[in-house]
């Protein structure tokens, strides 16, 4: 084999929230009263653009989380086959040219210089100052004076690409419409054509240029950008496999139950709640850290290690945020064990475990579906603040926040170093803006009190 | 009341013990104090001799929770638990691990902390509360779709991204500030000002939205729809029922983060160089100065729990149906 594949804790974990999410949809296409909700919240057109963005992203993501190491050339000394140290993904693979196309220090997008002076020795022998070639941006050029034509005849054809790409999955609408003709397929087409638009002609200038620069190591700043992606969507999503079970066990339990058991677990949460909660996640980060350091022969590689303090992370974040789900299903919980189906279950002798399992979750399920998708955007936008602060992700680990880290000094500079920070911060806004606004569309779509309620709140859930 | 109150106080008790065996079992218990002189002085060859001396200095040389070779009552009060978890209680910090005082440091840090976050609360509550009922005013209009789009928005856009465009933009390009630092008196004004701004800003999408939601809902009931039917002009609704029946839900979000302002903002404090407790605490996680985290969260935890029990007593000056019993 030309590689072994190598599955991190984190792509495992993935890998099976998507396989959940399919059981679960899988579920809801079978059980009308399930997909009602989601029918109503994919009608508004602004979820419908901010769920083909998001699965833009996840692509991206779920690319970047099939890990393999490649093979090395054989040996003679030995037979068995040995692999290289490095582990890429799916993604570094499609990406190959941008991975390996390292400058020396910064340099502007699609510039064919660099960005700083550099002295050079003039082929007479004298000494210049000037701002050398780049290695790769526009090194297949043969003057600098066919520059504009070259990035032109490239969009275009990356553009020609998309557009190729585009059209013939316009023949898909007809039959989608067809079955639900409620959802607003044309505005998903429509925001699909955007994004290829976008895509098509960076990937065509990445093969020649660094689309957005390159950063101060000389490491191009699109895919660090892609590379971003991945540690947003696991912090994003693992997040709320810790959240959830958690959450939403000890708050319909405390609820259902009362008594003792709903002081013990009120207590719990009211003294993990007044813990600050970047103190509480610096504590836990600050010893992990320790600890990761105390037993170096537990993780071998760099992505190994980066990998479990990502996970880590994750866990930790989800047991500073259970909270507000525990309390909100609690309140929610109180009321439905007074609810005449809960009691007449108990007249049946059903036991608490399922009454629990197949009476309340159940009825609770659009409080945790409304509040996860809620807390994906906070939990994006936490680890960038985090990261800042130095209790975020491993500094070898990609991530938004470390590309900012890394790129706070640059706007003090003389002449501005802007393209790190605005990439960043352009895919950061792009997916945490998708995130909300599907945030508030599936609100809108759960929310049982906007269906029946007063006429002012009906009038404004567009 | 008085016994209201003073109940409330009984019951922050337990949940400070909480907070304290949490912190210990994370700072004590996961890793040894061994781990962490290893970790303080730094080389990765650092003998046990070296080691023992700087658990000596610091007073992570006892026994974790009983120490059986002490007499009498010191079995209890010779310990890590006691030296460093329980002193907290009496507002005793002890001293970080480069030397310094720690209650001392507080003392002069908060006021810089205070003097940011007190007009950043004071000025983001004004406008959020005035944008959202301007929204909630205009509501299903136009003006209202796109004051939402645009709170979305900018509450979609990080904290960092308003730091960094605003320190660029305002103190670098315009000239208009100093990028950063800090002075005292009035001449702290300029440093301030800029900081204050972007914090009110990078509030105002979410918060403005909160409170039109809030709004919404409370124009939804029958004593509006009663109070509109009598003939009463809009404004008066806004104004004098809505908004004051609003002040419910509104108290119960800002009483509780008012102590809170005590601890400075992170991120403000540390691009700004403003120094105080927010800064203090960034640079102790950054340095690993685990005294002066643990301190740190000791305080943080007391001040929630006093602003939970400020909520509690400013139902009852908004609501008179709310009685403390």
Redesign the interface.
Known sequence: MPFTPVILWTDSLLWLLVAATGAYLWLCARRPHLAAPWLRVARSRAAMVSLTLLAGYGAIGLADSLHFRVALPATAASDAPAYSPQVLSLLDLALSHLRRSEETTYSAPLATRLFTLEETRLPDGRLAREYPRLRYGGAGLASEAGWGADVARRSLAGLAGAALLWLPLGALLWPLRRRAPQIPWGTAYATLGAMLALAGPAFALSLGYHVLGTDTVGQDVLYLSLKSVRTSLVIGSLTTMVMLPLGAMLGVTAGYFRGWVDDLIQ??Y???????A???I???V??M???I??HPQLFPTTAQRADVRLLLLCVILGVTSWTSLARLLRGEALKLAELEYVQAAHALSVSHLRILTRHLLPNVAHIIIISLVLDF?GLV?AE??LS????GVDPSTVS?GTM?NAA?LE??REP?VWWS?SSA?GF??VL??AA??LA?AVRDGFDPRVRV?????Q??A? | MLAYILRRTLYAIPILIGVNLITFALFFVVNTPDDMARMQLGAKRVTQAEIERWKAAHGYDKPMLWNARAAGSEKLTQTVFFRKSVRLFAFDFGASEDGRNIAAEIRTRMWPSLALAIPVFVVGLALNISFALAMAFFRATYLDFWGVVLCVVMMSISTLFYIIAGQYLVAKLWDLVPISGYNTGLHAIKFLILPAAIGVASGVGAGSRWYRTLFLEEMGKDYVRTARAKGLSEGVVMFRHVLKNAMIPILTGVVVVIPLLFMGSLLMESFFGIPGLGSYTIDAIQSQDFAVVRSMVFIGSLLYILGLLLTDISYTLVDPRVRLE
């Not at chain 1, 800042?388 to 209790?391: L, M």
């Not at chain 1, 309620?453 to 709140?457: C, K």
Request: proline residues 4%; without cysteine.
């Open positions: 207590y719990l009211t003294t993990l709640n007044s813990i600050p970047v103190l509480l610096a504590a836990f600050l010893m850290q320790v600890y350091d105390g955007s936008l960038v603040v800042y602060v130095g209790v938004f900012i706070r706007m003090a501005v920070l911060f950061l806004l945490v803006l909300n606004l508030d309620g007063p006429a002012a709140l009038g404004t567009r």
